[in-house]
T-cell receptor, first 110, second 113 residues
Framework: GQNIDQPTEMTATEGAIVQINCTYQ??????LFWYQQHAGEAPTFLSY????GLEEKGRFSSFLSRSKGYSYLLLKELQMKDSASYLC???????????FGKGTTLSVSS | DVKVTQSSRYLVKRTGEKVFLECVQD?????MFWYRQDPGLGLRLIYF???????EKGDIPEGYSVSREKKERFSLILESASTNQTSMYLC????????????FGPGTRLTVL
């Protein structure tokens, strides 16, 4: 079956670094996405990995290991505005639809 | 900027009513999606469409239908609304190319009484 796991909640302090892990088991693989979703708002795209390795984009980086079915999102120099849910999603090879994990709610405190 | 719009941000309906949720995108995307999002369950795919008049069932299509008569518009229909369809409904549109990034609309919070 299709399964994407990520922690339910995480907490961190301003200025710190946090790593949000995601493991997946899907019938196919055509890329892994990370989205950010603030409360009451729509998800917004953060990153995309289809090959193994690290993709860096400013304070955010995303890593993928296809052989391990594993990804992480790394957030550096945390700010209060980073408090949000972070959604891991896999693009199934069978089509264009994304399979989403349940999301990780990150709370950043001062 | 890509824009995905949904007809309502908040909607309250009664059990048994027929409900239409409309989604419009302005980027000429072929693929459009309807998800529902519930606490503890995450985003779940209801239906998607990869072209005009084409549709595919997602993970939870029961109780829903869809319509795609024009490329820019994708409608979700609840034939007879029930209380367990109270949820946040999100429409998304897919850009092709390397990233295949989905763009989401603002969502419709539907309450069925």
């Amino acid at each position: 079956g299709q399964n994407i796991d990520q922690p339910t909640e995480m907490t961190a302090t301003e200025g710190a670094i946090v790593q949000i892990n995601c493991t997946y088991q899907t019938s196919g693989f055509n890329g892994l996405f990370w989205y950010q979703q603030h409360a009451g708002e729509a998800p917004t795209f953060l990153s995309y990995n289809v090959l193994d390795g690290l993709e860096e984009k400013g304070r955010f980086s995303s890593f993928l290991s296809r052989s391990k079915g594993y990804s992480y999102l790394l957030l550096k120099e945390l700010q209060m505005k980073d408090s949000a849910s972070y959604l891991c999603a896999v693009k199934d090879q069978a089509g264009t639809a994304l399979i989403f994990g349940k999301g990780t709610t990150l709370s950043v405190s001062s | 900027d890509v824009k995905v719009t949904q007809s309502s941000r908040y909607l309250v309906k009664r059990t048994g009513e027929k409900v239409f949720l409309e989604c419009v995108q302005d980027m000429d995307h072929e693929n459009m999606f309807w998800y529902r999002q519930d606490p503890g369950l995450g985003l779940r795919l209801i239906y998607f469409s990869y072209d005009v008049k084409m549709k595919e069932k997602g993970d939870i299509p029961e109780g829903y239908s869809v319509s795609r008569e024009k490329k820019e518009r994708f409608s979700l229909i609840l034939e007879s609304a029930s209380t367990n369809q109270t949820s946040m409904y999100l429409c998304a549109s897919l850009r092709g190319g390397r990233s295949g990034e989905q763009f989401f609309g603002p969502g419709t919070r539907l309450t069925v009484l």
